[in-house]
Each structure stands twice: as C-alpha cells, then as structure tokens.
C-alpha cells in the first residue's frame, strides 16, 4: 500500500517539482493527499495538509510551494476584512519559505510584486500601500519582476500618486525608463526565439511541436509586453509633454547642472519626447558634452547638427555613438536613426545595413521591417527586366513588412494592412498563369537582392 501512495504522489508532483530524497513516508503520503486535491483545484480540501506539510515536511517536493501560492490566492478571495488580511501575510511567508527551503527556484522579485497584485486585485490595503509592495519587489530584485499585469499596475499606481502630491515627478521618470527596460530585455529574448521560427518559415520549413509551442508562446508574449508598453506610454504622455518638461527641467537646471546622472536624465527625456529644437536641449547636450563625453553625448550632438541641417557632421557624430555604446538598446536606437537618415537621403542600402545592425541589437524592433518593406517597394520599377519581375518586389515587401508585425504585436494592425496592400500589387493570378513559373524562384540583382517564390495556383 506505501509503494501504491509513493508512486501515486511521483506520479501527482513529478511534473510539478522536485521530489526530496529525505522525504518520509509519512510526508508522502500526506503529500500524496495534498496533491490529489491540489490537482483538481479542490483548494479547500488541500488547505489542511498543506498547513501540515509546511510544519513538518517543508522539503518534501517543490509542488508544495506552487500549489501553495494556488491556494492561499484561493483563500484570500474568499475571505474579508481580518481574515483575508491573514492570509494574505501567510502568502508572504509562504514565499519566505520557499526562499529557505528551495533558494534556487525563488524569485524574490516576482514573489513579492505577486504580493503587491493580490493586494491591488483584492483591494487591501491603501494605494500608498500597494505601491510600496510593488516598490518593495522592484528594488529587491527587478530582474525577476516580470508580471506583465504587474508592472502595468505598479506605474499606474505611481502616477496616480505623483498626480495625488505624494510622490515626486522624477521618481515616475525613473520607474518608467526602468520599466521599459524590463520589457524591451524581456520582448528581445522572445523577438529571438520567433525569429529563428520565421526564418524556418520563410525556407518552408515544418516546425516541430516543440517549435510550434515555442511560437505561441513567443507570440502571445510578445502580444502581452507589447500592450504593456503602450499603456505605459499612454499613462506618462499625460505626464510628460514638451510643455510640461522643459519648465520643469529648467526650474532645477542651475542647481543641477552639475550633477552628470541629473543632466543625462533631462537630456534623454528630451530625447524621447521629441523635445530637442529646444534651447533648454541644446544647453543641456553641451553641459553633458563638458561633464561626461560618452556614446550618448555624441548621440545628441548627432541630433543637434541634423536638426542644424550638417548632415555629415550629424553621421560623424551619429557613427561615434554606435562604437562608443555598449548597451544593445541604445545601440539600435543609434543604428536605427543612421537608417533614417539615409532612407530620408535616397541610399536604401546603406539605410538597409544600418535597419539590419538596429535590430540585430534589438530583435523586438519590428520598426525596422515596415521601413526596410517600404524601400523595398520604392525600388521596385528599378528591380527586374520585365513587368513581371519588377511586381514580384511587392512579394518580398509583403512578406518583410508582415514580419514587423510578428516581431513587435503593437505594429501587428499597421504591418498587416500595408503588406496586404503590397500583395494586392504583385502579379497576379492570371499573370502567374500567362507567365507559367508558378512554383519558382525570382531573383533580384538590384540592391534589394535576395528572391521570392512565385505562389503555386
């Protein structure tokens, strides 16, 4: 009958967790019951050798700890006022014993701005209160904080308390670069894992099952990042227009303008909000320039002499700053602006080799294949030696600018209108037929290089 309930317990947690060599018998059949009622979400049930697990048996299996978080999330939306309260602080020990029990498999961050969730969806606790739990899991350890519900919900919780006079502008400036840190380290490791899956696409490839969840995974979040950058976004565009910044920024630039992190703080901010024809930018890049030379003081510079229309001292600079940085996002905004310029110029290809360097520092930066898509297209009258071939072009400027959408889901709405209307001027079925080359390879010897394959009818 041990030997039932041993294998029977193996078999309930053994894809859940780590089972404990030292495991009793008693602790397994305790556990073997836990898990039997764990499993069907029959948290009630669990609920008492779940607490008896704890107390004598606590390294018995990991799944002890998983689906423990599952049931006092349980208990604490059933429960009110004191009672609710109490569970909610044996979560939080829950979590400290697990960091004792199974150090390896915590995540200090994740766990406490789980903390911070529970409180916010259950309405514990003030706003103050909610934020310094999510402060709390973001200063711990952020590099495990990686609810995307969560970081949503921890900067709107700071705004809505700098708006309330209780917390300072700056410190939401610094949550929200932090934050959109998070997600962009975040989206790129997923933009590489999709990529590999569309370059097999794109061969005509099968994937494996392995490779088919790894893309529904990726995609969804992708999707779910995506729409967690655009809210916080939306929620610092009320707080940080040019209006708004500039006063602000010059209110403390005598005090402060020695201090190096305060200068690039208020330079970048500019920067992103597109504040640069500024005065207060120009004094500041220069202040920056004097206090720290560094890849992004020639950034700026770059964007001081474009917008001066010195457009090769703008590259010199530009140029400087993408071998001067070190950080791979910041790389690819370089990388990507020198694209910019030289679309804006006419060269497509050098524009394509700097489009190509930007998202190889920041494969989330889907950006990057509707531009490219758009110069495909371009050129197309200039690609080809018949009619034919030259519309073939709008064949692989589809298919690069339907990538944009894959790689970055907030671009998924524009990606997929513009590749559907590059398809709609490829050749069409008839003229596929007229030409009887369905099913092959075309080509292309201008600069766009590289070939399509003509649609089978």
């Known amino acids: 009958?041990?030997?039932?309930?041993?294998?029977?317990?193996?078999?309930?947690?053994?894809?859940?967790?780590?089972?404990?060599?030292?495991?009793?018998?008693?602790?397994?059949?305790?556990?073997?019951?836990?898990?039997?009622?764990?499993?069907?979400?029959n948290y009630d049930a669990a609920y008492e050798p779940f607490m008896k697990l704890r107390k004598d048996c606590p390294t018995t299996s990991y799944a002890l700890y998983q689906y423990g978080e599952r049931i006092l999330h349980h208990k604490i939306e059933k429960a009110t006022g004191a009672e609710q309260k109490a569970f909610l602080d044996d979560l939080k020990k829950l979590y400290e014993e697990k960091k004792t029990h199974f150090a390896s498999k915590a995540k200090e961050g994740d766990d406490i701005a789980d903390v911070a969730?529970?409180?916010?969806?259950?309405?514990?606790?003030?706003a103050?209160?909610?934020?310094?739990?999510?402060?709390?899991?973001?200063?711990?350890?952020?590099?495990?904080?990686?609810?995307?519900k969560g970081l949503y919900v921890f900067f709107n919780l700071a705004v809505a308390l700098q708006e309330a006079g209780k917390i300072e502008l700056q410190d939401v400036f610094d949550l929200y670069d932090g934050i959109q840190g998070q997600i962009t380290t975040i989206q790129n490791e997923y933009a590489k894992n999709l990529e590999v899956i569309l370059e097999k696409n794109e061969a005509g490839t099968a994937l494996t099952a392995k490779e088919k969840q790894i893309e529904k995974y990726a995609e969804s979040n992708l999707s779910n990042y995506s729409k967690v950058s655009s809210g916080v976004n939306g929620m610092l565009g009320k707080l940080a227009d040019c209006d708004r910044l500039i006063p602000f920024y010059e209110a403390d630039y005598e005090a402060k303008k020695n201090d190096v992190a305060w200068v690039r703080g208020a330079a970048g901010r500019l920067v992103?909000?597109?504040?640069?024809?500024s005065e207060l930018f120009v004094t500041l890049v220069e202040q920056l320039?004097?206090?720290?030379?560094?890849?992004?003081?020639?950034?700026?510079?770059?964007r001081l002499a474009e917008q001066r229309g010195?457009?090769?001292?703008?590259?010199?600079?530009?140029?400087?700053?993408?071998?001067?940085?070190?950080?791979?996002?910041?790389?690819?905004?370089?990388?990507?602006?020198?694209?910019?310029?030289f679309r804006g110029k006419g060269n497509y290809s050098r524009a394509r080799s700097y489009y190509n360097k930007a998202v190889a520092a920041q494969p989330s930066m889907g950006i990057v294949y509707l531009r490219i898509a758009s110069m495909y297209v371009a050129s197309a009258n200039n690609c080809g030696n018949t009619r034919f071939e030259k519309l073939a072009v709008y064949w692989l400027a589809a298919?690069?600018?339907?990538?944009?959408?894959?790689?970055?889901?907030?671009?998924?709405d524009t990606a997929n209108k513009t590749a559907a209307?590059?398809?709609?001027?490829?050749?069409?079925?008839?003229?596929?037929?007229?030409?009887?080359?369905?099913?092959?390879?075309?080509t292309f010897s201008c600069w766009i290089g590289g070939s399509v394959t003509v649609p089978s009818l």
């Open 399 to 412: 298919d690069t600018a339907a990538k944009a959408g894959r790689i970055d889901p907030s671009l998924a």
């Open 310 to 341: 010195e457009d090769a001292k703008a590259l010199e600079y530009y140029e400087e700053s993408a071998e001067r940085q070190t950080e791979p996002q910041e790389k690819a905004k370089v990388y990507y602006r020198l694209g910019e310029n």
């Open 421 to 442: 209307s590059y398809r709609a001027n490829a050749p069409t079925r008839e003229m596929i037929f007229s030409e009887g080359n369905a099913g092959q390879r075309i």
């Open 1 to 41: 009958m041990k030997t039932k309930l041993k294998l029977l317990f193996i078999v309930l947690v053994g894809a859940v967790g780590l089972v404990s060599a030292q495991a009793t018998e008693e602790c397994i059949t305790t556990m073997s019951i836990f898990s039997e009622h764990a499993k069907v979400k």
């Open 289 to 302: 320039n004097t206090l720290e030379p560094s890849a992004k003081t020639s950034f700026y510079l770059g």
């Open 128 to 148: 103050q209160e909610q934020y310094e739990m999510f402060n709390k899991a973001w200063e711990t350890d952020s590099e495990t904080f990686k609810n995307p």
């Open 117 to 126: 969730l529970t409180m916010y969806e259950n309405k514990i606790g003030t």
């Open 272 to 277: 992103s909000k597109e504040c640069t024809d």
